[in-house]
């Protein structure tokens, strides 16, 4: 831990999460690594907050920085399926919040429109549980620290009202994460694919690098495995595990 991280307030909240928060941490998913399954870390600031493809994460103050532990078992479908179904349980906990045209953009960022208001990491420190990490705009301005984000990022403030507390969204979110996480340990992850699947922006068309180059095709959902599913233009369609897909964008549109 690094020395000016002071001791956590800790406090049990809804649907059996124990939650610590932090005035300010390196990154939560670091934090978080060696807690046991349904604890939880939240800090209003992150020092150096990461993002995937090795990218960092601006993490000012007025955003949740979150994660999560959630037992995983040692099947490598369970670890393919989490990050999509976490990505479910983001929007469907931020809709319950009233944020309109959510979506999610593969394979969990959660985007209003096409600008970006949650990421997800999911990190693999223990082989029985994974830390999933989930970072909100909420009243932050990430385009303060990155100009970039201008256009690309969004914040739940550009579009509610009433700007619910950073520990609402936690509880929020931390509830529908361990529903999700109960439905796929007990029916397996098939049983989600339907909601996640409900999250995509239909007829999305996308370019994916993978191992055996570029592919460009209709985004067409997950399967029951949760690979990507893509829509060539003969008709055909290819599946694609995460791990096979280096790169994803969605043409004709803004990325971040
Ligand atoms: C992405 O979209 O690139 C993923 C962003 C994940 C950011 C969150 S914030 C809480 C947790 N701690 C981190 O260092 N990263 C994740």
């Not at 390196?26 to 992150?46: E, F, K």
């Not at 256009?151 to 999700?180: C, D, N």
Request: contains cysteine; proline residues 5%; negative net charge.
């Amino acid at each position: 831990m690094h020395p000016d991280q002071t001791l956590p307030d800790t406090r049990s909240i809804a649907a059996g999460w124990t939650l610590h928060e932090y005035p300010l941490v390196d990154s939560t998913n670091d934090t978080a690594r060696d807690l046991p399954a349904w604890q939880a870390v939240r800090a209003d600031v992150q020092r150096t907050g990461r993002g995937r493809h090795d990218r960092s994460w601006v993490s000012d103050k007025g955003g949740l920085w979150l994660s999560a532990v959630v037992p995983v078992g040692t099947s490598e479908q369970g670890w393919q399926a989490l990050p999509l179904a976490a990505g479910c349980a983001v929007c469907e906990a931020l809709a319950s919040l009233g944020l309109p045209d959510l979506r999610l953009r593969w394979p969990n960022d959660v985007m209003v429109r096409d600008r970006k208001v949650a990421g997800l990491l999911v990190d693999q420190f223990h082989p029985d549980r994974a830390v999933v990490g989930i970072g909100v705009n909420v009243t932050n301005h990430p385009e303060a620290s990155d100009a970039t984000l201008r256009s690309s990022a969004t914040t739940l403030s550009e579009w509610l009202t009433t700007t619910p507390a950073l520990q609402e969204v936690a509880t929020r979110i931390l509830e529908r994460l361990r529903r999700v996480a109960g439905i796929m340990h007990q029916d397996g992850f098939a049983a989600v694919v339907p909601a996640v699947n409900d999250w995509w922006r239909p007829g999305v068309s996308m370019e994916i690098e993978t191992e055996n180059g570029c592919r460009r095709g209709v985004f067409n959902g997950i399967d029951a495995k949760g690979r990507l599913r893509l829509l060539h233009p003969d008709g055909a369609i290819f599946e694609w595990a995460a791990h096979q897909v280096f790169r994803a964008r969605e043409l004709n549109l803004s990325n971040s």
